[in-house]
């Protein structure tokens, strides 16, 4: 059974670096053909997919938030990390890490089925 667990610091300032760290058990970050997401919800807003780095490697981001975001990854924890740079309090929001599935190497994005647990990231001013 494939579990996420999210999870970083809830209190972040303004101006300065989000960092969040997703933990994957029984399931390996490298396994084809899966890509390993992060997605955020803010209050009264629905979700907003942020970027993805796939099981090669390969990172995606949303072109809005692109020139702020990095995803990386550390195979031999078996962890993916978020980093959003020059926080606003509008990046307020529940962050969930998340794993995509995709069709073979043309990673074209089908679905997710297993979510970490979210968690709330307060940006102050």
């Known amino acids: 059974q494939v579990q996420l667990q999210d999870s970083g610091p809830g209190l972040v300032k303004s101006s300065q670096t989000l960092s969040l760290t997703c933990t994957v058990s029984g399931g390996s970050i490298t396994t084809r053909y899966y890509g390993w997401s992060w997605i ?5 807003k629905g979700l907003e997919w ?8 390969s990172t ?6 692109k020139s702020r975001t990095s995803i990386s990854r550390d195979t031999s924890k078996n962890q993916f990390s978020l980093q959003l740079s020059s926080v606003t309090p509008e990046d307020t929001a529940v962050y969930y890490c998340a794993r995509a599935s995709l069709v073979y190497y043309t990673y074209i994005f089908t679905g997710y089925d297993y979510w970490g647990q979210g968690t709330q990231v307060t940006v102050s001013s």
């Open 40 to 44: 955020r919800q803010s209050p009264g």
């Open 60 to 65: 995606y981001y949303s072109p809005s938030l």
């Open 50 to 57: 942020m970027g993805v780095i796939a099981y090669d490697g």
